[in-house]
């Protein structure tokens, strides 16, 4: 078992190495033109939320659902399964770099935001919670 464990630990070393050594890609467009678009795109983006605001608060209406059910759940949801389906793609594109940071940066936030933060909350509603885990939970958050 603690074999073919460091035989993939390996194996994952390895390709890890060899993507980051293979670094022939160029720049497709030029500083000025990503800036362009970096605007563009944030300005599309803020049209967009704001019609994504005004569709949950019709939808909250229409289903009978509260607006905070459907922003909170639903949407973290649907924004993680997007994420995710990403990752996956940029690993089969072999690009382990982004696939980890995809992967690295969701559980960094569910560690150093959401955790605290719902502790702050039950102790808001009087729930009587703290940081202390036992050590199984200690493995799983990291």
């Keep these: 078992m603690a074999a073919a464990m460091a035989e993939a630990s390996l194996s994952l070393s390895r ?9 022939s890609e160029e720049a497709v467009i030029g500083f000025w033109i990503g800036i362009v678009w970096l605007v563009g795109m944030n300005a599309i983006i803020a049209l967009l939320s704001e019609y994504v605001v005004q569709t949950i608060e019709d939808a909250s209406n229409s289903w009978g659902l509260s607006v905070s059910f459907i922003s909170i759940i639903l949407i973290a949801i649907v924004e993680n399964a997007a994420e995710h389906i990403g990752a996956v793609i940029f690993a089969f594109k072999n690009k382990l770099d982004i696939t980890l940071g995809v992967a690295l940066g969701s559980a960094t936030q569910i560690s150093m935001f959401v955790v605290p933060m719902c502790v702050i909350v039950g ?16 493995v799983l958050l990291l």
Excluded at 123 to 138: A, E, Q, S, T, V
Aim: charged share 20%; net charge positive; no cysteine.
């Design 15 to 23: 390709a890890a190495s060899l993507v980051m050594l293979n670094d």
């Design 123 to 138: 102790w808001i509603l009087g729930i009587k919670m703290d940081l202390k885990f036992n050590p199984w939970r200690h």
